[in-house]
Every structure is written in C-alpha cells, then in structure tokens.
C-alpha cells in the first residue's frame, strides 16, 4: 500500500489520512509538497520582511545612514532571512521527524509526512499573522493569537513576555493534530507521546523566545568593542 | 470530533483574540506596538521660498511723447518712420516758424533803429564836448587865437541857436548850459543801450526757438507711434528699457510689495528684477461680484538682449523666503496650532517631538524649533498608537543602489545579515 502525501486532506480528513497513513508500506508524493512548502514559507519569510516584520533592531540604523547605505543593510538582513527560512522548514520538517522517530520509534517517512501537515498549519499561521501585525502595529512580543499579550500586563521580563508570545493558538492547534497522528503511529503510550510533543514544542518556544530576545547588535558591540 | 466539541473550542479561541484585541486597543496599553513606518524623510537644510505665480508681457518701460504746438511753429515734415531706431539727438521732424520769424525782423529792425540813435548821440556828445572846449579855451587866450576855431563858426552859432545859448550869455553860463545838455543826450543814450540790450534778450529767445528747426528726440528708443495727421502726441518713443508688466489678483495684490524680487522666464530665458510698481487703483471699473486686478510693472536687474516687445513672460515674484534653515516635508507636521511630528530615533523608537514651524511652501516647512538637521521624521503612517513604540520599515527597493554597499563596512553587512538569520 502506499501513502500518496495530501496535505489539505491531512488536515481536514485526519481520520482518513490516519487510515492511509498506518496501512502504508510506502510514502510517496512527499518532493513535490516538499518543495512547495520551501516555496511558501520563502515567500512568507520574504513578504513579511518587505513590510519589516521583526526587524526593529536594525531600524535604528535608520538615522546615521543614508537611505541607499539603509536599504542596502536591509537587503542584506532579508538575504538572512531567506536563509533562516530554509533552515526553519528543514529543522521542523526533517528534525522533528528525527525525533520521532527515534523517542516514538515512527517510521521516518511516515513522521516526516505527519510533519508536512502540521507544518501547513504554522505556514498559515504566519501569514495570518503577518498580516495582522502590519494592520494593527503589533510585533511578535504582542501577537493577539499568543498568551505575550496577557503576559505582557503581568510579567516585566522581556525573555518570559516572548516566550509566552510564543505559544499561539495555531500552535495548540498544531500540537493537537501531531498528537492525534503520532499516538495512532506509534507503539509508545500516549502519555510518551504527548512529553515528547510538549519537549519539542518546548524547546522551540524557548528557542524562540531566546531568539525574538537577543538583539544581534548589541551582542555585537559587546563582543567586538 | 464532536460538533459541541468544535463550537465550544472556536468560541473558546475567539474570545481569547478578544480579550487579547480589547488589552493591545484600550487606552494607555501597556502592550509594546511596532509601528510600521511606509515613508520617511529627513530634516535638510534647504531654502523655503514662498512665490506667486503671474503672467506678463515685455514691454519698454517708458515712453516719451513729443508734442507739437503749432500755434507759433508750420510743420514741415517727419524724419523718421515707425519702428525706427534712435538715440538722443536723432532729428524727429521739421518745421518752420513764420510768425516767430517775422518778429524777429521786426525786433532786429528795432534794434538797428536804436543803434542809429545811439549812434547820432555819440555824435552829438563828442561835437558839444568840442564846443565846450573852445569856448573855454577863447575865454582864456587872445582874440587873435579865435581865429583858430574859426572854422567851426557855423557849428558853434548853429549849436548855440540848438541850446538857445543868448549870444550876449557868459562864457561860464554856455559851459553849464552845455554841460546840461551833454547828461541829458548821456541819460538818452543809457535808455536806448537798454533797449538794444532787451531786444538782444528778445532776439535771442526768438533763435533759440527757432535755431533747432528740427525737433530732436532726448531719449534712446524706438519710435513706437507717428501721428500723420499731427494730433499731439505726434511722436511716441519707446524707450530701450525693458520692463515687465501684468496684473496680479487680488490675492496677489495683498502680498505683493515694491522691491520684492521675481523671476520671469520669457522665451525660455531666466531674467531676475524687483517688482517696480504697483498700481493701487484695479485695472477694470469696480464691480461686484467680480474679481479685481491690479497693474505692476518689474524693473529688470539686468537688460535682456534680443528679447522682441510682448514676449510672454511667466513671473514668480518672491513673497517671503528663509535661506539655509532646517525644512522637513509638510505631511510630517501634525496639527497647525500645535505641531508635532514623529521623529524616528536611534533605539528604533518613535518619539513625539513638538515643534516651532516657520514659512511653509510647495510643501516644504520651515522648522524653527524642535528638530535638528538631519534628524528622521516619519511620515506615514500619520498616527502612532503609543509614545516610544519600536518601528520598522517597508523596505524600499528603488533605493538598492549597487554603489551603497561598498560604503557600509563588512562588519555592518554581517550585523544586518544576522539580524535576518538570527532574530525573530
């Protein structure tokens, strides 16, 4: 049997694609998807660059430089951050997958599938999200679909307050599909599962959060001057 | 899934979004905003110039008429034509003056008569002065001597008939009687010499009237009118000076002052000038209802060469104007009475920045107060959520010159890279 990789189908008929999924030998179609969602999230990466989205460290450059010399580091940060979203869809996509595979012993392709999902689910999500940051003014510390807005009126640290901006509704989502995949692939109890996810979600909001809060120039200026 | 499952957990989620909506919106939120920012400009020192724009025409500045009166003088005839060129001193036209002519043959023949008359005087004068010595001179010598004087027997009895002398009368009574008679002749001849004096004066004011049968014009310029039929004016001149006429609205009148500097472009040459006259009273006949216009004239500083009479001319006249002060664009000032603008800080931070404005015009504002050289303001979005919100920027992609990244250094270019690679 095999598992032709639908990623629509996957998210609206989880039953279905389960079914598939757990009676497949093999799993094909996964290239072609593959290179699309590579496609979107460099374009969602790209566009959301465009506007500015999470590039206030570099604005204050804005005043000591002209604006050939301004848009020239700009072109240069969104080359960055072309290149983090290769790294990002590779990390979620084949890493994660790793993981599973080896806590929750799921086939490896099969893992990379349900990550093929899931992952369209974050695409979504960012571009949602974007969206709604340029027309309302926001940054990622205060993304309405995150607990960073709440946690901003009760927490003052600045590493907390992104990590909790971090955890998103669509992240929730995100966590339950996996997890309603992944405890039907694997032979592990759910309880396993379920650790393993939060770990791995864990671990990216940190990440996350670590991230959104070191501001590389000033690291700069304290390793270099 | 169970559909109470899915309605309950999508009403769950929505007001979450809610809650988290009504806390970033409500006033005096504490949740950071990135603002972000479509357009800046930059505070430049810049020259604000307020002006006005008018048309006008070229046209001389002045124009000369020359009159004719023909109660004393006949024309003759014009020596030059419309449109001729002339200097100071070119002949106009001819003409002679009979009356004045004949009233100088009779003054000179009055003056002739006069001189004769002074003549027969002197004449007279020097015979009694004569008459006067002999008389002396036989009173004191001999009668033999009188023979000496003989000769002018006849003038001495005919002298002494004219001065009515008594032949018996004392030699010393003829000398005082003769002696009367020559200050009499002297007081005549004093009276003629002032006549001849006056008709001299009067012979002269007829010549100078006279002498330039031709009229010669004063000015340099081009004849611009010649009256054929001799109504006066007979000749107008327009002078070589160049000026700039046109009429202002009555917006313009009010701005408008002598001595305020313009430009104009007339035949696609720049000339600079000062606005010469204004005329106070409008053009038209006053009405309601209808705008009114008003007369100026330029002065140009500088004459302009081969430039044809009615030539349009588009004119700016310079109204008010601020050299080398800090401008900003005027969308990046908010409110007249009291104007702020955003300034875009080195943090990346916007503050709220309160300012003096001075002249605005074309869109560009003067600052006098506030902000600096240099500084960055923002200009749109218009409005800013919070004080000290982060922004960014659209990235502006006509602005990516090849040449700019060779100004900025390698570590600067790996601190932007990074920034891409690293944060979120």
Do not use: C
């Amino acid at each position: 049997m095999f598992y032709q990789m639908q990623v629509l189908k996957g998210l609206l008929r989880p039953e279905t694609s389960l079914y598939q999924l757990q009676k497949a030998e093999r799993v094909t179609g996964i290239g072609l998807k593959l290179i699309l969602l590579y496609l979107f999230s460099f374009i969602i990466f790209a566009a959301s660059t465009y506007f500015g989205i999470g590039t206030e460290s570099y604005s204050g450059t804005i005043t000591d430089r002209t604006i050939e010399e301004f848009e020239a580091g700009k072109l240069l940060l969104l080359g960055g951050r072309l290149v983090s979203s290769l790294f990002y869809t590779s990390l979620f996509i084949w890493f994660a997958a790793f993981i599973f595979w080896l806590s929750l012993d799921v086939f490896y392709l099969k893992a990379v599938a349900v990550q093929i999902i899931v992952f369209a689910v974050h695409l979504v999500e960012n571009s949602i999200t974007s969206l709604v940051f340029v027309l309302f003014d926001l940054n990622h510390a205060s993304n309405p679909f995150s607990f960073g807005v709440i946690s901003q009126y009760f927490i003052r640290n600045e590493f907390w307050n992104h990590f909790f901006s971090a955890i998103t509704l669509f992240h929730i989502v995100a966590i339950t599909i996996l997890y309603y995949y992944l405890k039907n692939l694997t032979k592990r109890n759910r309880f396993v599962t379920l650790t393993v996810i939060l770990l791995f979600y864990l671990f990216t909001w940190l990440y996350t959060a670590l991230m959104a809060y070191v501001e590389v120039p000033i690291l700069f200026r304290r390793w270099l001057g | 899934m169970k559909k109470w499952k899915i309605i309950s957990l999508t009403a769950v989620s929505l007001s979450f979004i809610a809650i988290n909506g009504y806390l970033i919106g409500k006033n005096d939120s504490e949740v950071q905003h990135t603002v972000y920012v479509e357009d800046w400009t930059r505070v430049k020192e810049k020259n604000v110039v307020e002006t006005f724009h008018t048309d006008g025409v070229i046209m001389p500045q002045e124009e000369y008429d020359i009159y004719f009166h023909d109660s004393e003088k006949e024309f003759q005839r014009f020596l030059v034509k419309e449109g001729d060129k002339v200097t100071a001193g070119t002949p106009l036209f001819e003409f002679t003056t009979p009356e004045l002519d004949h009233l100088r043959e009779t003054v000179e023949l009055e003056k002739q008569q006069a001189e004769g008359e002074i003549a027969g005087i002197d004449e007279y004068l020097s015979t009694l002065l004569d008459y006067q010595a002999s008389i002396s001179s036989s009173t004191l010598t001999t009668e033999s001597e009188s023979d000496s004087a003989s000769e002018s027997e006849f003038d001495e009895t005919a002298l002494e008939v004219g001065l009515r002398i008594n032949e018996n009368a004392s030699s010393d009574m003829i000398i005082s009687t003769i002696e009367q008679e020559m200050y009499k002749q002297e007081l005549e001849k004093s009276k003629l010499e002032e006549e001849v004096r006056k008709y001299d004066s009067q012979l002269n004011s007829i010549n100078e009237q006279t002498s330039s049968a031709m009229m010669v014009s004063e000015t340099d310029g081009i004849v611009k009118e010649v009256n054929k039929k001799l109504g006066n004016p007979v000749i107008t001149i327009a002078s070589n000076v160049l000026a700039i006429k046109g009429q202002l609205t009555e917006n313009q009148y009010k701005k408008s002052e002598t001595g305020m500097p313009l430009t104009a472009i007339a035949a696609g040459k720049k000339l600079e000038g000062t606005l010469g006259k204004i005329n106070d009273y409008p053009v038209n006949e006053l009405a309601i209802g209808e705008e009114n216009h008003y007369q100026f004239e330029a002065t140009m500083t500088e004459q302009p060469e081969a430039l044809a009479i009615g030539t349009k001319a588009a004119v700016s006249v310079v109204t008010a104007e601020a050299i080398g002060v800090p401008t900003v664009r005027e969308e990046a000032i908010h409110h007249v009475k009291t104007p702020y603008a955003y300034r875009l800080n080195e943090n990346g931070q916007i503050t709220k920045q309160s300012v003096k404005t001075g002249l605005s015009f074309d869109g560009i504002q003067e600052i006098k107060e506030g902000i600096e050289i240099r500084e960055v303001m923002m200009l749109s979005p218009d409005h800013v959520p919070q004080n000290k919100a982060y922004f960014v920027t659209e990235m502006k992609p006509n602005n990516i010159k090849k040449s700019a990244f060779e100004e900025i250094t390698s570590h600067e270019k790996w601190e932007s890279f990074l920034i891409g690679l690293i944060e979120k």
